[in-house]
């Protein structure tokens, strides 16, 4: 085992039992950080707290009597009592060395898979034939972060792309195609710019649907209308125009989530349209369960608890007065599926926070339909992304700002901190590193802060290469291996030892590794990986300058520490890979 607080756990665990009896085997040592501010101790053990209640005594007397039946071992140098009962315990500098040791060689790190389970991940789902803006960032990136520790994890992960490729705009669609021809440059707009395609149909259809007299510009908007009935009946040929729509769209989506490295495929995508034939059953079995009823001649659920602002009680609409579906209807069937079909264990949305009252009134009402069984949904909330003014980024035109405009400023940055830092570098090389750098940037900006919490998009801060950025913790994995070039050596063999206080703090914060996957895993919460990654480069920097590695004073030490710094970089290069970030060779 090379987590130290693991490894104490049930050593504490041990000592209550053997004080106050058998009850107390399974207790919470409540172990954490200690803080280094009061104490140099490792960790600090709370558990004599809320034991000296239970057994109604004080507390610093039942901290002695844990201290007297711990069993020290090798694992724990020094245990004092401090405060009211607080245990302050140092680990062992020898265990520390030999845990080291042992991660270096786990292909896992460290990482203790917990009981597998299925977990189907919701992200990106955006719309087809438009084109993905800033909101979309932030799921794909959250999103792909939380497939890829999951599978680290060993986890079964499904992937859906819940993509917005049916209803009433693909009537507009349709008709606009037709207009400007299946081959023409206008089509090929889906694959380069879907916007302007979406922008010139919805003018059309909007012009002459205002028009006056009805019919004076034409019939763009009936023969509209009339697609979208021929599109839900199946109609064939409005079925092919169709298809081609999307698969000139999943071309851009395609080159959008290539140059971003996610890992969503076409495979991933369980689009709105994949649920078309279920919704009629939907809306009935609801009626048939007496959970939904007409009312103002839409098919609406009334839950408890749920009123609007008016104080009415807030429907939850799944079939319009018009006969046509909306959101929850989908949505029912999607939680359906992926519960009774797909059998996941946890379902993740992530979403906008603004959809989350909407995902509670739908989950309550498929749980109430018998369509949630063992199954756990959850909403992984996501909040905005803001200029540095402080408001919703938008383009010069004053629109909301498109993804594609972002990344190729990104680059761009990127591009300009390359060429300044690396002038030497051939033209190709530093395109290669200015599209890592680019990405890096990008997605620790985004993962760095909580999920449901905005953060300020400032390109000049995200490509730097100082602070807590994604470049700088490239920066520094590219430094750790010019450090192991510069020595001659690929893989160090040789034991870890630690003695001096730099080298048992990184030896420390390695051993966190496996702890804080885990965490992540459990919470949702990339953040705290990006939070650890940045703590572990910084803890490194200090070892490096107060341990000389290429230069120590015998073989023994230096081996030990090009051990230290080749498992630093692993650990890096791991985890910034669970954020979808790649670790370039140089920068």
Known sequence: MTD???????????????????????????????????????????????????????????????????????????????????????FSSAWIGRAATALREDDHLGVVRPPQQTVVVDYSSVNAAKEMHVAHLRSAVVGD???????????????????????????????????????????????????????????????????????????????????VTLLQAGEEDTLRLWREILELSRVYL???????????????????????????????????KGLAVISEGALCVFLDGYRGRDDKPLPLIVRKSDGGYG??????????????????????????????????????????????????????????????????????????????????????????????????LDAQTRDVISHQVGVAALKYADLSVAHDSGYTFDLDRMVALTGDTGPYLQYATTRIRSILARAGVVEPVGP?????PAERALALRLLDFGAVVVQVGETLEPHRLCTYLSELAQTFSTFYEQCPVVKAEDDEVRESRLALCHLTRAVLVDGLGLLGITAPDQM
């Open 496 to 500: 870890i030892a630690v003695r001096e």
């Open 4 to 90: 130290p607080i693991a490894a104490l756990t049930p050593r504490v665990q041990e000592a209550m039992a053997a004080a106050f009896g058998a009850d107390w085997a399974e207790a919470d040592p409540v172990i954490r950080p200690a803080n280094k501010r009061q104490t140099d101790a490792d960790v600090q053990v709370n558990a004599a707290m809320a034991a000296g209640k239970r057994l109604g005594r004080p507390p610093r007397e039942v901290a002695q009597a844990i201290v007297d039946h711990l069993d020290h071992g090798d694992l724990v140098e020094q245990v004092e009592i401090a405060g009211p009962g607080f245990l302050n315990v140092t």
């Open 254 to 288: 395609n080159r959008v989530y290539g140059e971003l490295d996610i890992t969503l495929t076409d495979d991933d995508i369980a689009g709105e349209s994949s649920y078309n034939d279920e919704l009629p059953g939907i809306c009935d079995a609801l009626q048939e």
């Open 145 to 227: 972060s939380l497939v890829r520790t999951l599978e680290y994890l060993g986890h079964d992960v499904i992937r859906q792309n819940h993509l917005g490729d049916w209803g009433t705009p693909f009537g507009m669609l349709i008709e606009h195609l037709l207009e400007v021809g299946e081959d023409s440059d206008d089509a090929r707009l889906l694959q380069s710019d879907p916007n302007a395609f979406y922008r010139a149909a919805r003018g059309k259809f909007t012009t002459a649907e205002n028009a006056e007299p009805a019919g004076s510009v034409g019939d763009f908007d009936v023969r509209s209308r009339r697609r």
């Open 327 to 424: 959101y929850p209807a989908t949505d029912l069937a999607t939680i359906r599926h992926r519960s009774l079909d797909l059998h996941a264990d946890r379902a993740l949305y992530v979403v906008g926070a603004p959809q989350h009252l909407h995902f509670q009134m739908v989950w309550e009402t498929a749980r109430l339909a018998g369509w949630i069984k063992d199954t756990e949904p959850i909403h992984v909330q996501i909040g905005n992304v803001v200029g540095t003014d402080g408001k919703i980024l938008r383009t010069r035109s004053g629109e909301v700002a498109d993804l594609q405009h972002l990344v190729d400023a990104a680059f761009a940055k990127a591009a300009e901190v390359i060429a300044d830092s690396r002038p030497e």
